[in-house]
C-alpha cells in the first residue's frame, strides 16, 4: 500500500501568519508521531497521537503549536503566529502498534521557511 | 534524559569498499531499542537496522550490520560493499522498551561514496 504522506512538500510562509501540514499515515496505523528536524540536525520529537487522542504532546515548543487527529486517520500539524525560528522540515511518521519495538515509517516531510 | 551522539559529521567511502559510523549513547535504562535510519535527499527516513539491548546477537541485514557494545554504550554501523545508492545522511535513533513514543535521533552522519 501507500506510504505516509505529507502535503505540501513545501510551504513558505511570513513571520506572523498560521499554516497547517497535513500527514496521511499509512493505513491501519494505530500510532503517529510528528518531528521537527532543523538543518543539520537530526529529527526531534513534538508529538505523538494513539489513535485520536494525544498521548504525548511533550515535545511541542510552545502553545503555539498544536495538533490534532479528529478521525484517527490524517492528522494536522498547527503552528500560529509563526516565527522565522519555525523554519524546518516536518518530519511525519505512522507505526501499526505503540511498542517500543514497532518500526516508524516516515513520510517526506514538509519544509516550511519563515521569512 | 536519553542523548545519542554522532561524533562523525561526514564520512567517505570508495565504492566497493567497508565503512563504519560511529554512534554512542547515554542512558540509565537497561531495556532500550537502536536504530539506524538513512535519509536520502529526498528526505524520507528509512530504516536501515535495528537493535534490541536485550539480545547479544548484533543484528544484521544484508550488506549492514551493527557492532553493539551495551557497556560501552556504543552502536556502530558496518556498511559492506558500498555502493552508490548508499550515500546519504544516517542516523541514529534511541527509544525506550517502556516507551510508546517517540524516537530520540542524534545529529547524523553525511556519508558520501566515490565511485
Known amino acids: 500500500g501507500a506510504g505516509v504522506s505529507q502535503t505540501p512538500s513545501n510551504k513558505v510562509t511570513e513571520k506572523g501568519k498560521y499554516v497547517e501540514l497535513r500527514c496521511d499515515p499509512i493505513s491501519g496505523h494505530t500510532a503517529l508521531y510528528w518531528y521537527r528536524q532543523s538543518l543539520g540536525q537530526g529529527p526531534e520529537f513534538l508529538i505523538y497521537?494513539?489513535?485520536?487522542?494525544?498521548?504525548?504532546d511533550s515535545g511541542l515548543p510552545n502553545d503555539r503549536f498544536f495538533a490534532v487527529r479528529p478521525e484517527g486517520s490524517v492528522s494536522t500539524l498547527k503552528i500560529q503566529r509563526t516565527e522565522r525560528g519555525d523554519s524546518a522540515v516536518y518530519l511525519c511518521?505512522?507505526?501499526?502498534?505503540?511498542?517500543?519495538?514497532?518500526?516508524?515509517?516516515f513520510g517526506p516531510g514538509t519544509r516550511l521557511l519563515v521569512l | 534524559a536519553q542523548t545519542v551522539t554522532q561524533s562523525q559529521p561526514e564520512m567517505s567511502v570508495q565504492e566497493a569498499e567497508t565503512v563504519t559510523l560511529s554512534c554512542t549513547y547515554d542512558t540509565s535504562e537497561s531495556d532500550y531499542y537502536l536504530f539506524w535510519y538513512k535519509q536520502p535527499p529526498s528526505r524520507q527516513m528509512i530504516l536501515v537496522i535495528r537493535?534490541?539491548?536485550?539480545?547479544?546477537q548484533n543484528a544484521t541485514e544484508n550488506r549492514f550490520s551493527v557492532n553493539f557494545q551495551k557497556a560501552a554504550k556504543s552502536f556502530s554501523l558496518k556498511i559492506s560493499d558500498s555502493q552508490l545508492g548508499d550515500a546519504a545522511m544516517y542516523f541514529c535513533a534511541y527509544r525506550s522498551y517502556g516507551s510508546q513514543g517517540n524516537l530520540i535521533f542524534g545529529k547524523g552522519t553525511k556519508l558520501s561514496v566515490k565511485p
Open positions: 497521537f494513539q489513535g485520536t487522542g494525544a498521548a504525548d
Open positions: 511518521a505512522s507505526s501499526l502498534g505503540t511498542g517500543p519495538q514497532e518500526t516508524q515509517y
Open positions: 537493535q534490541e539491548a536485550y539480545k547479544q
